[in-house]
């Protein structure tokens, strides 16, 4: 919950960044920004080099009697191609697999590509039950008949959001390993998805993520409301 028209300035030196530099950063930018300004960023941006997305949804997909609340087509029409769900946040306002399912079926009736978002909480993982709470996760939210090539994960853990603190490196290779077989599964495919990681992500951290060849881009939160701070993220990354 950031930002207001005033804030164009820091999507537009991230549009521009990512128009200078298409030829080195090859990788697809995607800001998920609030609803009231998709529309406006889309729009001001003129030619767009980065894509937008919203932050969540309502699972109905139609009109409805469901005051305060946007759909996935209203986000669709609005020029959203990107949606993150089942972000940690909203998980803990109340937020079940089953009720994540139907809003990734809600969104992707609209061909939305879904950032999926699962984690572990720091009582889970004290408890051993991240793998099971990650396959859980994905069972419960995913379905067979889900055009797997419209859906990336993004494995935030819930304890390093915010904090500081970032999982060992061996750790995350192996649950990112871990996700992706997962997946493999759900759909009974050879080929994965891509896994992002999200979770207290900064310029002077993101070095240490460039060896772990699992991951395939960073889902990044407070460092994303500073244009400075994002694009010294890719920057750095590719050092």
Request: hydrophobic share 35%; net charge positive; glycine share 8%.
């Amino acid at each position: 919950m950031f930002g207001d028209s005033t804030s164009f300035s820091i999507v537009n030196k991230i549009n521009q960044f990512a128009y200078k530099n298409k030829k080195r950063f090859n990788d697809k930018i995607v800001l998920c920004v609030p609803n009231t300004l998709i529309y406006f960023f889309k729009n001001k941006l003129g030619k767009k080099h980065i894509s937008l997305g919203g932050q969540n949804c309502h699972y109905y997909e139609n009109y409805g009697p469901f005051t305060g609340s946007v759909n996935a087509s209203m986000l669709k029409k609005t020029g959203a191609e990107y949606l993150i769900l089942g972000h940690s946040e909203n998980r803990l306002e109340g937020e079940t697999n089953y009720l994540i399912k139907k809003k990734i079926t809600s969104a992707l009736k609209q061909k939305l590509n879904i950032i999926f978002c699962i984690g572990e909480t720091q009582e889970e993982k004290n408890k051993g039950k991240t793998f099971s709470i990650l396959k859980k996760q994905i069972s419960q939210s995913l379905d067979k008949s889900f055009n797997k090539s419209k859906i990336i994960l993004a494995y935030e853990p819930v304890w390093a959001i915010g904090t500081n603190k970032i999982p060992k490196i061996n750790e995350l290779e192996k649950i990112i390993n871990f996700i992706k077989s997962e997946f493999k599964k759900k759909f009974k495919t050879k080929i994965s998805t891509k896994v992002l990681y999200g979770g207290s992500v900064n310029p002077k951290n993101i070095s240490m993520f460039s060896p772990i060849d699992q991951i395939d881009g960073f889902l990044i939160g407070g460092a994303s409301q500073s244009s400075k701070k994002f694009i010294e993220i890719i920057k750095n990354y590719y050092k």
